[in-house]
């Protein structure tokens, strides 16, 4: 039985097509009540899900406002731990965090700013880039997906 604690997660994927989420969901929820908020929803007995839709579907709007959604969405519910899914939805839950006085961990399922839809546009990687060199170091706990990309973001 999950305890008392409660982990908030913000993810811009569809958790009904993000099996990794949907396994770190399980496997949290075995100590923990999780709530994962993402573009999507699932029926599942485990953890509970919240679907955050802005009205832009890729871009600038999408991400700047699934931020704004998911502050504002997150502001006033009851959270021990905050959990930021990829580089995306890092200023949502830095703010929270400072806000709410909650920790927050980093889970990098990839090097963001080298993902192909940035590598090639240099305005918005530039602006990752300085989100992740702002924020990251800021995360107190992080996880990831390989002992590579550990290495990549402890360099970094």
Known sequence: MASEKIIRILSTSDIRFDQRMIKTCNSLSKRYQ??????????????TTHKIIPVFERGFMFYALFNLLGFFTLLF??????????????????????????????????????????????????????????????????YTVSQSLVNILSQK
């Open 77 to 142: 519910k009851k959270t021990d731990l905050f959990v930021s899914v990829d580089l995306d939805t890092m200023p949502a839950i830095w703010f929270l965090s400072k806000v709410k006085r909650v920790p927050f961990i980093y889970d990098a399922h990839e090097y963001y700013v080298e993902s192909p839809e940035l590598i090639h546009r240099k305005f918005v990687k530039s602006f990752w880039e300085f989100i992740a060199n702002q924020l990251l170091t800021r995360s107190k706990y992080n």
């Open 34 to 47: 999780v709530c994962i908020y993402s573009k999507g929803e699932l029926s599942t007995e485990n953890f």
